[in-house]
């Protein structure tokens, strides 16, 4: 969930959950509870969707429910303002990690065990819908239109209420 704290010209604050513990991301991947404690302090780079120059800088603490960043754009670049921009618009709407695999157990779903964050991402769409929105602002979550995209093209489009198990039950 991005939320932002302080966004205005003269600070370029923001704060929110860059990698969230126990759930499946759209990749598979589900990041098991401490997996990147070892990042608790640190400060990373932040980026606009793992590219490009950095728009900010940020510090990580890691909770039990996962990695919060306290992020700070660099209002005196190009970058940094046009993240500035992004966000205030709404158009940065989730927070995506890039890491350094350490530790994970392969299977259908990927469990990252251990892994050591080497940059955050402002992204439109972070593989970890945790990351997005909250429950609160979705009107009718049976009512969800999911769409699977592979190399920028659409290969599948369903709805959550075509589910076999009904969205109060997973």
Known sequence: ELQIKSLDE????????????????????????GAFSADDGIEVPIL???AGDPVG???????????????????DTVAGREAYSRLKA????????????????????RRI????IKEVSLTPSPANSAALVT??????PSKL??????????VQRATTDMMIFPIPEL
């Not at 510090?59 to 700070?72: E, M, N, S």
């Not at 429950?135 to 009718?140: L, N, T």
């Not at 769409?147 to 093209?153: E, H, P, S, V």
Request: proline share 3%; no cysteine; net charge negative.
């Open 48 to 50: 606009w969707s793992h």
């Open 113 to 116: 065990l251990a892994g050591a």
């Open 135 to 140: 429950a609160d602002e979705i009107p009718d």
């Open 57 to 75: 800088v940020g510090k990580l603490t890691d909770t039990p429910a996962g990695v919060v960043i306290k992020g700070r754009l660099l209002l």
């Open 10 to 33: 003269s600070t370029g604050e923001f704060e929110g959950m860059a990698a969230v513990y126990g759930n499946v991301d759209s990749q598979g991947d589900r990041i098991e509870p």
């Open 90 to 109: 709404g158009a940065a709407r989730g927070l995506s990690v890039g890491f350094k695999l350490v530790d994970a157990v392969k299977g259908a779903v």
């Open 145 to 154: 239109t999911l769409a699977t995209r592979l190399n920028g093209q659409e």
